[in-house]
């Protein structure tokens, strides 16, 4: 069956950097979009970044413009994040996102604090 798992996140000062990474099983990865999303207490699931499948063209939201870098390793079936200048309002739930035919997939999510 289809799984995503997440890992990389914690705790930072703002400033700092992070990679989150996400590991994919049970389709095949490389035939798929991939995006991250982030859901901060109260706050509703947002699109952080999005990544196609041959060509791997990216697009981001406009907070994390020239901060964040969404990338993919098709032959490790892996999706990264990785996260720069980091801000306090950078703090949330990640989580990688796989929609198939239709259908949306998520991981568990990694959280990451951005915080002195």
């Known amino acids: 069956q289809v799984q995503l798992v997440e890992s990389g996140g914690g705790l930072v000062q703002p400033g700092g950097s992070l990679r989150l990474s996400c590991a994919a099983s049970g389709f095949t990865f490389s035939s798929y979009a991939m995006r991250w999303y982030r859901q901060a207490p109260g706050k509703e699931r947002e699109l952080v970044a999005a990544i196609t499948d041959f060509y791997g063209s990216t697009n981001y939201a406009d907070s994390v413009k020239g901060r964040f870098t969404i990338s993919r390793d098709n032959g490790k079936n892996t999706l990264y994040l990785q996260m720069n200048s980091l801000k306090p309002e950078d703090t949330a739930m990640y989580y990688c996102?796989?929609?198939?035919?239709?259908?949306?997939?998520w991981g568990q999510g990694t959280q990451v604090t951005v915080s002195s």
């Open positions: 996102n796989a929609l198939l035919r239709l259908v949306d997939y």
